[in-house]
């Protein structure tokens, strides 16, 4: 079992920066594929941005590469996304999952179906 707890979210104007982190639960923090998602009102639930268990691998939605940066920290069980030139587009409630991998597979999962574990969700909002 893993919990995950976002934070980080916040109110940021146009062209602003927001770190999220996400801490996760148990002694394994490696073996788990990280994602995150985000969902905007009206919309569904979208893929974000994706790191291996090892951090070696990464992927990115279209709409954000070159803007976010995936990036993890497996002695502090944390996975971060660093979002950058941020747009009123990017406001949603931000999720991060967690998805067994065995590190050494070095596999990205950007399936939302294929994650196991939820967090709560953290809210950005991005003022024009």
């Known amino acids: 079992q893993v919990q995950l707890v976002e934070s980080g979210g916040g109110l940021v104007q146009a062209g602003g920066s927001l770190r999220l982190s996400c801490a996760a639960s148990g002694r394994t923090f490696s073996a788990y594929a990280m994602g995150w998602f985000r969902h905007a009102p009206g919309k569904e639930r979208e893929f974000v941005a994706a790191i291996s268990g090892s951090g070696g691998r990464t992927a990115y939605a279209d709409s954000v590469k070159g803007r976010f940066t995936i990036s993890r920290d497996n002695t502090k069980n944390t996975v971060y996304l660093q979002m950058n030139s941020l747009k009123p587009e990017d406001t949603a409630v931000y999720y991060c999952?967690?998805?067994?991998?065995?590190?050494?597979?070095?596999?990205?999962?950007?399936?939302?179906?294929?994650?196991?574990?939820w967090g709560q969700g953290t809210q950005v909002t991005v003022s024009s």
């Open positions: 999952a967690a998805d067994f991998v065995p590190a050494f597979v070095m596999r990205v999962v950007t399936t939302e179906t294929e994650y196991d574990y």
